[in-house]
């Protein structure tokens, strides 16, 4: 299995999940909330944090009608046109280079998804360990191409992409000089919810991808369907978050609030040294516990020579006896020697 390194922190099967807390615009254009938010995320033992570069110029034109206007009422930005959206959910450019150096000085990585690839040059300035490829610039092939030749991991959603366009970006991530490559499963509705998740894709995305780690980019409420990745192959997480889904922001309705994010750490975690290795035999931690399996028990004073019965042995606990497999052929057997209540038949 592929393993890589993100700075100092390695990545792969052998390794605990890999918890990126993704900011997003759920600053809401505070500074002082986006470093609160580093705080936070941090404290609940978060392993990097991420931010989105981008303008709402290095995205779109602000321009109205079709596809520019968000008309689904069903969307949380609903009414707003994209050049509107994304200038609200912006983080600015300028806020960077102190929201990287305060998750560092609090021991976390920080990194970043650019939109173009002025957006790479400024964070390659900012020496970022990797870069992220959001879902929907995964055909974006003139930033995939600027990102693969930093030579920084990158990791790289899966939403809204079909699988032979997902396998196309990725080779043209490798042929332009890619070598280190986590792979989201993501699906790309906010929020998500658990039945459109799919996570059986994670050892699909294995067995297609061999040489790459598989992640989940997780839009759902709740930290279930992380931890269920984590138990089918997933080994890198990421979430957004927030201080508090009442207090709004962009991304807020589906974002984990801090002390859901440290859950999210403290499971994921548990349930990547759940699974362990494949155990056919009793570990050596359980040897103890055999002493409370059931036996056959003396339950009755018996002479020498009085019949085994169902009302003088029984098959009980603790499990020092004759296994319970043998119950059944010692009934109307005659009894050796004397044997008083309480005493575990033995094959002697």
């Known amino acids: 299995m ?4 993100i700075g100092p922190i390695s990545i792969g099967q052998a390794h605990k999940p890999f918890i990126i807390a993704e900011m997003s615009g759920n600053h809401n254009q505070s500074l002082d909330r986006a470093l609160e938010l580093v705080k936070a995320a941090a404290d609940a033992g ?7 570069t ?4 290095t995205i779109t034109i602000n321009h109205r009608g079709g596809l520019f206007e968000i008309a689904d009422k069903t969307s949380l ?3 707003k046109n994209l050049y509107e959206l994304y200038q609200e959910a912006h983080t ?3 806020w960077h280079k102190p929201i990287f150096d305060y998750a560092k000085k609090l021991g976390m990585l920080a990194f970043s998804s650019p939109f173009d690839e002025t957006a790479v040059d400024f964070l390659s300035e900012l020496d970022v360990p ?5 879902s929907f610039e995964s055909n974006h092939y003139p930033l995939l191409k600027k990102v693969a030749q930093t030579g920084k991991p990158i990791l790289i959603s899966s939403g809204t992409s079909k699988i032979n366009e997902l396998y196309e970006s990725v080779q043209y991530l490798k042929e332009n000089g890619a070598k280190d490559i986590i792979i989201f499963k993501c699906t790309s509705t906010y929020p998500a919810i658990a039945t459109n998740t799919n996570l059986n894709t994670i050892p699909v995305f294995q067995s297609i991808f061999k040489d790459a780690v598989i992640g989940l980019s997780d839009h759902t409420m709740g930290i279930g369907a992380s931890v269920a990745a984590v138990a089918l192959g997933a080994r890198v997480i990421e979430k957004h978050f927030t201080l508090s889904r009442a207090e709004g922001g962009v991304d807020s309705a589906f974002s984990l609030e801090p002390a859901e994010l440290k859950s999210l750490v403290v499971e994921t975690e548990r349930a990547f040294l759940a699974l362990g290795q494949v155990q056919l035999d009793t570990q050596k931690s359980e040897q103890k516990s055999r002493q409370f399996r059931r036996s056959i028990y003396v339950v009755k004073d018996i002479k020498k020579g009085d019949l085994f019965s169902f009302d003088n042995i029984k098959v009980i606990r603790p499990g020092d006896g004759l296994a319970p497999k043998n119950f059944e052929a010692l009934i109307g057997k005659k009894a050796s020697r004397d044997f008083k209540f309480g005493t575990p038949l033995t094959i002697d």
């Open 92 to 94: 600015p450019w300028e």
């Open 54 to 57: 981008y303008t709402a110029d």
């Open 46 to 52: 978060a392993h990097a944090l991420k931010l989105q």
């Open 2 to 5: 592929k393993e890589l390194k």
């Open 77 to 79: 930005w609903a009414g």
């Open 130 to 134: 990797a870069f992220k490829i959001a």
